[in-house]
């Protein structure tokens, strides 16, 4: 049986909530950080984190502006600077992530990362350097609503993008977009899009993603991501870090193509495995987590 502890990380006078899960009385120096996706918090990893625990530390956190970590308002580019406010980003997660592991890991660390936080942990990635062994990319985000993604010949979208820009800046709009998303009902069918089998839709998992969207302050991280149309894109980052690469992708998944992960395949040679699992989404870890599990252990065994 594992030892799962939860604690609050002070980083830059935020709060940072994180919990790790390890085997009492026993001294391991290999390491596993999860790193959550958008809307989604550390209990994400509710169907992993004491599993992978049995072979590694297992670490999981809360980026700034989701779960239980401190929420600061959105400060978008052209915003003077306020007290309390921030400019969400992937240099900021990444700092966050990258110095989590400096200042409590202390050791290098596996990252795994589904979503957004595919991005991210390529970003902490490469900032940590020789203290990061390896990345795993579950259904990572591959930012289509991206400037560096639009295509000249999509004439329509070259029209419509900059009206869609000057639209989510404003607050009443965000909000109003959020508070319409942030309701159990809702989220249940958001659900039933990202796993497509329906396994593992339950009462924990809506309530995980529910709560947090009903703190003060939760709208404010939502506003900062959706108005982030020039950050990286993973294909930026793939060349800039010198570790291994394993990508996860649920075979259905809606959102994020698999044809395209099959293409950063052929195309980088860092990414060494893409296992595909068979009729899950977007969250494989927690639609599939048996599969998953296994597979993230066979790469962590095949680069250790």
């Known amino acids: 049986m594992s030892l799962k502890k939860s604690e609050t990380w002070k980083w830059n006078n935020w709060g940072i909530s994180w919990s790790v899960s390890k085997q009492p009385n026993y001294k391991n120096d290999r390491n596993i950080l999860l790193v959550h ?11 992993n984190q004491d599993f992978l625990s049995k072979f590694y530390n ?7 502006g989701f779960g239980k970590s401190s929420q600061p308002s959105a400060l978008l580019n052209y915003e003077p600077d306020k007290e309390n406010s921030i400019k969400y980003s992937f240099d900021l997660w990444g700092n966050q992530i990258s110095t989590f592991c400096e200042e409590i890991i202390k050791s290098p660390v596996y990252i795994v990362g589904n979503s957004i936080g595919g991005v991210i942990a390529l970003k902490a990635a490469e900032i940590l350097k020789n203290k990061c062994n390896g990345v795993i990319l579950i259904d990572c985000a591959q930012r289509n609503m991206d400037d560096k993604r639009l295509k000249k010949s999509d004439i329509l979208m070259n029209l419509l993008r ?6 989510v ?3 009443v709009i965000s909000n109003s977009l ?6 159990p009902k809702v989220i249940k069918k958001i659900l039933e899009q990202a796993y497509p089998s329906g396994k593992n839709i339950d009462k924990e998992l809506i309530e995980l993603l529910y ?14 991501f959706i108005n982030l149309f020039d950050d990286y894109l993973a294909t930026d980052l793939f060349d800039e870090v010198d570790i291994p690469i394993q990508l996860i992708w649920g075979e259905k998944d809606p959102w994020e193509s698999l044809s395209e992960a099959k293409k950063w395949k ?11 699992i068979e009729g899950a989404g977007h969250c494989p870890h927690d639609e599939e987590p048996e599969k998953t599990n296994k597979l993230i252990l066979e790469f962590l065994q095949e680069t250790k």
Do not use: M
């Open 37 to 47: 996706g958008f809307g989604a918090s550390k209990n994400h990893w509710r169907h």
């Open 162 to 167: 900059p009206v869609l820009k000057t639209l």
């Open 169 to 171: 800046r404003q607050r």
């Open 178 to 183: 959020f508070t319409r998303a942030a309701n």
């Open 211 to 224: 709560r947090p969207s009903q703190r003060k302050n939760s709208k404010e991280a939502f506003r900062g």
């Open 266 to 276: 052929k195309k980088f040679r860092n990414i060494k495995r893409l296992d595909i």
């Open 58 to 64: 297992c670490y999981a956190i809360d980026l700034l």
